[in-house]
């Protein structure tokens, strides 16, 4: 079969004649042979990365017609009229046809006028589609391989799973000489393991790219008064950008609020109707809408090269869901910026919506799946926490090794300031001890009560005044005890398990600071304005 192996410059040539490219990109050359080489195939690239070529030059350069699969329509139609102005014959087969326009693909299908067909992953499953033109193009013009694109769909683990990429896998048995090739941005390595097994991928090559995205910068603010004014910055230097809500309430007031200052906005979220949701994206891919404000239901596919800033207003679920959400800036390779806005309040609000689902949104009991997203949810904090680079961050939780000192996101650029408040923590844990001699656990607002001398009457009920730790924090302002519980929390040296709501616990590693082995940096939260300081402005 290699007999038949371009060489560099043929490749070199097909590449600037079809795509009109002068290089490849690091990784495309090597899954571009391997796809002719005719192996079944998974590659895992970031995106902006290039997946698309590394399927669709294949599939202009083996006999036959490729199926690319592909979960969304809009994504389809997209892809086929992109592909169209280069002068690639791609089509698609979807519910928007009418029978007779999806009778005449078919029989140009048949006549091997395409190179490409796109289906989504349930037409392709359809025993009528599977038993009926799969097997008469497998006979001419032949098919010269499977493509699956976003294979992530395939993985509950994943942050789009779709049911319907679970049967993908019987293709493997009906067609065992049609390769398969599985494609995604997803970068955990539990979904990459899932995604092989369940698409029955036989001796896949594995293609990894590294995930860094060195045009993008990455910084996380606090979110304070001041928040607004700085979206409202972002907005104003211009560029196109997407800000990511977790409400679709938010989604409603923060474009309100923005188109009030006069930014070209529009709001993007599932309660929106299809019109409206299909006319707003259309609008921001054509520069019409500079900003768009969406829940997470935006962005898998939208393919805008040139969209200049990221920022989300409240704390993404997952880390792998922010880097993909932040991924959407800066395709184009040009730098861009990545802005996760983060406030205390956040993790009470996600601490919440865990607590409160009432059903499960995946195959999981709902038990497991809460303890999967308090796991996931710590892991965000992790980053939003963190003092190290926040490249070095990311990339570590996908199982790359990155040195750090990136040049490029607010710690490596603007180090925060931190002060020893070993004292405090000291303070703080030997509360926590005091009342768990007590057999007492409660949570840090409690526990910060006790240390700043509270009078409330839950503390009186209990006897807390009589602890020694009572009153002996008092010099420290509320935000400054709940940058300490976060710091030790996020160090492990406390430790916040629920007890039908969640509770502070002494760590091993507590320990060492209670007896003066390990100090503790803090770094100081902002200073609160006063509502008097506001009224002055
Ligand atoms: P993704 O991996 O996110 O699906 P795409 O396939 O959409 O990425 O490619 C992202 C962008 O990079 C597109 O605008 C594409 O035209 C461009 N691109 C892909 N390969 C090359 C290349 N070898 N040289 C220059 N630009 C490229
Ligand atoms: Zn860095």
């Known amino acids: 079969m290699n007999a038949s192996a371009p060489n560099q410059n043929e490749l070199g040539a097909a590449l600037k004649r079809w795509f009109g490219f002068d290089h490849f990109r690091p990784g495309q050359e090597a899954v571009v042979r391997d796809a002719l080489a005719g192996r079944d195939l998974l590659a895992i690239m970031p995106t902006g990365g290039g997946k698309s070529l590394c399927f669709q030059l294949p599939a202009l350069l083996k006999p036959g017609v490729m199926i690319v699969v592909s979960p969304l329509i809009a994504l389809m139609q997209d892809q086929v009229r992109l592909l169209g102005e280069m ?18 693909r078919s029989a140009a299908l048949l006549r091997g006028d395409y190179k490409l067909l796109y289906l989504a992953p349930e037409r392709l499953m359809l025993p009528e589609f599977r038993e009926g033109l799969l097997m008469r193009l497998m006979a001419s013009p032949g098919v010269s391989a499977i493509t699956i694109d976003e294979a992530h769909c395939v993985s509950e683990w994943g942050h789009d799973f779709r049911p319907e990429y679970r049967q993908l896998g019987a293709l493997r048995e009906q067609l065992p000489d049609v390769p398969m090739f599985a494609f995604t941005a997803t970068a955990t390595q539990r979904v990459r393991g899932d995604i092989a097994a369940q698409l029955h991928l036989r001796e896949p090559a594995m293609h990894l790219a590294s995930f860094n995205r060195p045009n993008l910068y990455y910084a996380v603010r606090p979110k304070t008064q001041q928040t607004y004014t700085q979206l ?11 800000v990511y809500c977790l409400s679709r309430r938010r989604v409603d007031e923060l474009s ?29 891919i054509r520069d019409d809408a500079q900003v768009i404000v969406a829940t997470i239901a935006f962005g898998m596919g939208i393919n805008k090269p040139d969209v200049r800033w990221v920022a ?28 996760l806005f983060f406030g205390l309040g956040d993790i009470r609000t996600a601490e919440f919506l865990i607590a409160q689902k009432t059903h499960p949104e995946t195959s999981l009991p709902l038990e497991q799946e809460q303890r999967v997203a308090r796991q996931q949810l710590r892991q965000v904090l992790d980053y939003a926490e963190s003092h190290e680079c926040r490249r070095a961050v990311q990339l570590r939780y996908f199982g790359e090794t990155f040195e750090g000192n990136c040049g490029a996101c607010d710690n490596c650029l603007e180090p925060k300031v931190t002060e020893d408040w070993t004292l405090e923590a000291q303070q703080l844990l030997s509360c926590v001890a005091r009342l768990a001699q007590r057999g007492e656990r409660f949570g840090s607002a409690h ?10 009457q839950k503390l009186i009920d209990r006897g807390h005044q009589q602890l020694s730790t009572y009153g002996i924090g008092r010099a420290r302002t509320l935000d400054e005890w709940r940058a300490v519980v976060r710091t030790l929390l996020h160090q492990g040296v406390l430790d916040e398990t629920t007890d ?18 390990r100090q503790i940096d803090v770094v100081p939260p902002p200073k609160r304005e006063s509502a008097a300081e506001r009224r002055a402005k």
């Not at 104003?236 to 997407?242: E, T, Y």
């Not at 997952?318 to 932040?326: H, I, L, S, V």
């Open 500 to 517: 039908g709501y969640p509770v502070l616990r002494l760590t091993a590693a507590s320990r060492d600071v209670l007896k003066g082995q």
């Open 232 to 242: 409202l910055a972002l907005a104003r230097d211009g560029g196109s950008g997407i």
């Open 87 to 104: 002068g690639i014959a791609a089509t698609f087969l979807n519910s928007t046809l009418s029978g007779a326009e999806a009778s005449a």
């Open 447 to 456: 526990v910060i009560d006790i240390l700043r001398g509270s009078e409330n």
């Open 256 to 284: 309100a609020k923005l188109a009030a200052d006069g930014v070209r906005v529009a709001p993007y979220h599932a309660g929106l109707d299809a019109d409206t949701r299909a006319d707003n994206q259309e609008r921001f």
């Open 312 to 339: 989300h207003y409240d704390l993404p679920r997952t880390m792998e869901g922010y880097y993909q959400e932040a991924g959407r800036a800066g395709r184009d390779g040009e730098p861009s910026r990545c802005i």
